[in-house]
Structure formats: structure tokens, C-alpha cells
């Protein structure tokens, strides 16, 4: 079809709508479904709800359950880190960063279907496709995101990344809800446990992922250049990224951002990724359901989420991007604080209620802030976009891995929580030393 112009209303609502598609991955595979069937197979608790075991055995060694989980992630974290400028640079300079789009979606929505066959017998098989659906995942977003500057002008940026936040937490919600109806009326359906529905599960998400992911494809432009690929760019990614470093000593603006971003990200994701566990383990659900108590909370987190993020997205047209950063930040110390002391499931709802208010508006707004921040003109936003996710994957790496060091030493995740709030002052800090200047200013926010 024709190319849409920049601004459509029609290419924008296409891009966000990629949201709709794979954000059912981050709250079905990430946050509810998985966790909770991969706690189910690896710990045993008495009678009262304590737990008496929690290991799990792997070439011949033992490991804790979230120690394993953890160490697979972050190293599922690393790998895109690594290869996202390798990919990226080759991606901006033969324009098919929609083909690498396409690849990534697939490669994490089929390894979502293969968790199908997840168990302790297969547990190699079903940690590798773990993996790979987290790489899917996350590799597929550095490619979403580089869309942004090239679909939207600057002032559409806050408005349309809030949309896609909006659309994919109204999306997951929807296909949880579904899930859900399907795995506590499993009798309903002829099953005789939860286990086969918990599974179906994992095959609608990446069912839904692929389908609705098409729309998307469909009205975005391929790429921005068209040169065939030779040796000679292979390695182009890292080369830009090298030259996007030594470009922020022009820029200090995002230098001082990106340094901000590259802490308080490395919190919230960290928080996000173990919220699910910390309710398995350190909530006290005697008497009630913790299945449905924990989906309940997940499904609070979302919809209460896409208020925040469009709240936020307000709030900074009125204040400027980097004070309504401050103020998010500021609330997730204080959520981090109160879960610390979070034991009963009320009190865990109320955080999760909390959560969702800040979670999805320090998400939408933070990459719209970068989007701002790029020089005009700038024709390979994926490099760019690289770089920033790369930031933000690393700071994962290092986040889950002192989530698991600091668990070994307290025996507690909620130390761990108390721990990441430590990044948030420093974030705080350092973005109190971001200049306020040009598009990030407050008179031309508002």
C-alpha cells in the first residue's frame, strides 16, 4: 500500500497498536501465567503455606527456584544487549527494520507456544524457550520503539507513546481475563486440573501476539534507507553506538539523562520482573486462593496503569517531562518502603494499585522524553533506540543480579525491594541535574 505520511493519524494508530500485540507477553508469560506455574512445579509448602522446598536440580547442581529463573533472565538480558547494535546498525542502513520487527516478534511469540511443553523433565527445553521469548520480546521492542521519531512529530511523541502503553495494557488485560476464565472453571472445558489450561495459556499468547501484530506491519514504512549489505556494515551498529557516545558530549542534556534513566529503569524493571514472585513467596494468601489473589492484583496493575500512564502524559504537558520523572520517581520510593512491610493480600493489593499508577507513566514518559531529546534530523533513530535500550538491559543484568545477591544473603526478596530503593533516590538526583531546556522545557511543554 501507499506509504501513510508522517503524523497520520491512521500510521500512528498502527504503530500503537504493536502494543496491543506483545504486551500480552510481558503480563501472561512475565507477570501472571508463568510465574505462577513455574512456582507450582518448583516449590513445595506444608500445610500452613510456608515453604519446605524450593530448589531445583540442573546438570547436576541445585539450584533455589528464583536464583535459576533470574540467572536465565539476566543472561536472556545480556544477549540483546549484546546483539541489538549489531542488528539495529545493519537494520538502519538497509532500511528493513520492519523485517527485523517481524523476526523478533515471531522468534518470542512461537517460543511463548513452546512453553506448552514446559515440566521438570523438559526443564532445559523449557528455560531455552524462556529465553528465547524474552529475547523475542525485547529485541523486537528496540525496533517498536525506533518507529516513534519516524511516525510521529515531537509534539504527537508524549500523546502516541501513551496510547500504545494504554493499548497494550487494555490488550494483555483482556487476553489474561480469558486465560484466567479458562484456567479456574477448568472443569467447564473437560479438563481434569489447571495444569492443561495454565498451558493452553502460553499457546493463546503467542497466537495473539502473531495475529494482531499483522495490523502493525501492514502501515509501517519499511526503513528509512535503501543500500544493499556488505562486510562492511556488519559491524556498523556498534561503530554508530561509539559515535552516539561521543555525541553526548554535545548533547549534555542526554548524556545527563540517559545516566538518570540508566539507574531508576534499572529499579523499575528489576521490581516488575519479581513482583510476581514476591507475592508467591512473602504474602501470606491462608485462606484464600493465591492463584486468583495474584492474578487479581496483576489485572489491578493493569488497568490502573493505563490511568497513570495517560495522567502522567498530562501532567508533564503542564510541568515539563524531567519534574514529572522526579515526581514518579519519588512515589516508587515510597511504594518500595510500604512493600517492605507488605504481608497480608489487602496490603498487597494496595501496592499493587500503587505500582500500576507509576509503572505505566515512568514507561511511556521516560521513552518519549528520550524521543525529544534526539538532534533534529536524525535518520537512524534505531541506533539511537539501541543505545537506549541497551542502557536499559544492562541496568536489568546488574538490577536482577544484585536482586539475587541480596535474596542469598537475607533469605527474603522483600530485602531485595528495600535494596532497589536506593536507585530511585540516586535517579531522583541525577535527574534533578538534567538541563531543561528545548523541547524538555516547561513553557513549550505546556
Do not use: H
Request: include cysteine; hydrophobic fraction near 50%.
Amino acid at each position: 500500500m501507499k506509504q501513510l505520511p508522517k503524523g497520520s493519524k491512521k500510521l500512528l494508530n498502527a504503530w500503537a497498536f504493536y502494543d496491543w500485540a506483545n504486551s500480552v507477553y510481558s503480563l501472561v508469560i512475565a507477570s501472571t501465567i508463568f510465574p505462577i506455574f513455574y512456582a507450582a512445579l518448583t516449590i513445595v509448602k506444608n500445610e500452613e503455606g510456608r515453604v519446605i522446598q524450593d530448589t531445583v536440580q540442573l546438570f547436576g547442581f541445585n539450584f533455589n527456584n528464583d536464583s535459576l529463573i533470574s540467572y536465565v533472565t539476566a543472561m536472556a538480558f545480556m544477549l540483546v544487549a549484546v546483539i541489538s547494535p549489531f542488528l539495529s546498525g545493519i537494520a538502519d542502513y538497509v532500511g528493513n527494520k520492519k523485517n527485523f520487527l517481524k523476526f523478533f516478534c515471531y522468534l518470542g511469540a512461537l517460543s511463548c507456544i513452546g512453553l506448552f511443553w514446559f515440566s521438570l523433565e523438559n526443564l532445559i527445553f523449557g528455560l531455552v524457550c524462556y529465553f528465547l521469548a524474552l529475547v523475542g520480546f525485547w529485541a523486537s521492542l528496540v525496533f517498536y520503539n525506533s518507529y516513534l521519531p519516524d511516525i510521529a512529530f515531537p509534539n504527537q511523541q508524549d500523546k502516541v507513546s501513551a496510547k500504545g502503553f494504554s493499548l497494550g495494557y487494555i490488550g494483555s488485560v483482556i487476553l489474561l481475563i480469558l486465560c484466567l476464565m479458562l484456567v479456574l472453571n477448568y472443569e467447564w472445558f473437560g479438563f481434569e486440573s489447571e495444569a492443561m489450561p495454565t498451558r493452553i495459556s502460553f499457546v493463546l499468547t503467542g497466537i495473539w501476539w502473531i495475529g494482531f501484530s499483522q495490523i502493525t506491519y501492514y502501515y509501517l514504512p519499511k526503513g528509512n534507507k535503501k543500500e544493499k549489505l556488505t562486510r562492511d556494515v556488519l559491524f556498523n551498529g556498534y561503530k554508530e553506538i561509539r559515535m552516539i557516545w561521543r555525541s553526548f558530549e554535545n548533547n549534555l542534556q542526554l548524556k545527563k539523562y540517559l545516566r538518570a534513566f540508566f539507574v531508576y529503569s534499572m529499579a523499575v524493571q528489576t521490581v516488575m520482573l519479581i513482583a510476581t514472585y514476591f507475592g508467591i513467596e512473602e504474602v501470606n494468601w491462608t485462606g484464600q486462593d493465591a492463584t486468583t489473589g495474584l492474578i487479581v492484583s496483576i489485572l489491578l496493575i493493569q488497568l490502573v496503569a493505563v490511568a497513570g500512564a495517560t495522567i502522567t502524559s498530562r501532567i508533564s504537558s503542564k510541568m515539563g517531562n524531567i519534574e514529572t520523572l522526579i515526581l514518579v520517581n519519588v512515589m516508587w520510593i515510597g511504594i518500595c518502603v510500604y512493600a517492605f512491610f507488605v504481608k497480608t493480600p489487602m496490603q498487597f493489593y494496595i501496592a499493587a494499585g500503587l505500582v500500576g499508577l507509576v509503572m505505566g507513566g515512568i514507561q511511556t514518559l521516560s521513552r518519549s522524553t528520550y524521543s525529544k531529546m534526539l538532534p533534529e534530523g536524525t535518520l537512524d533513530t534505531t541506533s539511537y533506540f539501541s543505545f537506549y535500550d541497551v542502557s536499559e538491559k544492562i541496568g536489568i543484568v546488574i538490577g536482577m543480579s544484585l536482586y539475587g545477591l541480596v535474596t542469598q544473603i537475607f533469605g527474603s526478596i522483600r530485602y531485595s525491594i528495600l535494596f532497589l530503593t536506593a536507585f530511585f533516590l540516586i535517579g531522583v538526583f541525577l535527574l534533578l541535574k538534567v538541563p531543561r531546556t528545548g523541547k524538555l522545557s516547561k513553557k513549550e511543554a505546556a
